[in-house]
């Protein structure tokens, strides 16, 4: 190898260590940046419900345990929401609930999914207390709605839901879910 070779393969050696040296600079600065935005972002847990496939039971037959996970669903359905489980929230009341009645529940749907998605909320709704009336289709859930910007909880209210069903060709459906002053007889 001649020195001029020789030169000139040093010269490519201290080059390409100095474009590595830049580049792990480079990498390291992006890497502590994206930490730091990381540890600095607050996070929000949305608990999404539960998904029921239908309302069929077996000959038509329906137990207290199925009403109730239900209305259990019907429930996170409407409650627990965000600007980014509308969707997902709407399309489980729309498979639950009753042709007869889901233009009025998709209705009540609209109007808090779009106050929750023009004030950028969150609402998550805790039940504490689950009574039934079999005999007529009715669940009643007692609860804490809380409502959450961010992470920073900015309201929490106790509240009792009524949900009915309506037994419809072997299966039943939701007809009614609202809060039991509201409700309308």
Do not use: W
């Amino acid at each position: 190898m001649t020195p001029q070779n020789l030169s000139r393969a040093l010269k490519r050696t201290r080059r390409g260590s100095a474009v590595l040296g830049v580049v792990t600079i480079m990498l390291l600065v992006s890497t502590t940046a994206l930490s730091i935005r990381v540890f600095s972002q607050s996070n929000q847990v949305v608990l999404v419900p539960t998904t029921v496939k239908d309302g069929m039971v077996a000959r038509g037959a329906v137990d207290k345990g199925y009403i109730e996970a239900l209305a259990l669903d019907a429930v996170y359905a409407m409650y627990n929401t965000s600007p980014n489980t509308i969707r997902f929230g709407r399309s489980v009341l729309e498979r639950l609930s009753g042709p007869a009645e889901r233009p009025k529940i998709l209705q009540t749907y609209d109007r808090i999914s779009s106050d929750i998605a023009a004030r950028k909320i969150s609402t998550i709704f805790f039940p504490r207390v689950i009574e039934h009336n079999f005999a007529a289709y009715e669940v009643v859930v007692d609860g804490v709605l809380a409502t959450y910007l961010e992470t920073t909880q900015i309201s929490r209210e106790d509240r009792r839901l009524l949900v009915r069903f309506k037994p419809q060709a072997g299966s039943v459906r939701l007809s009614f879910l609202g809060i039991i002053n509201e409700e309308v007889q």
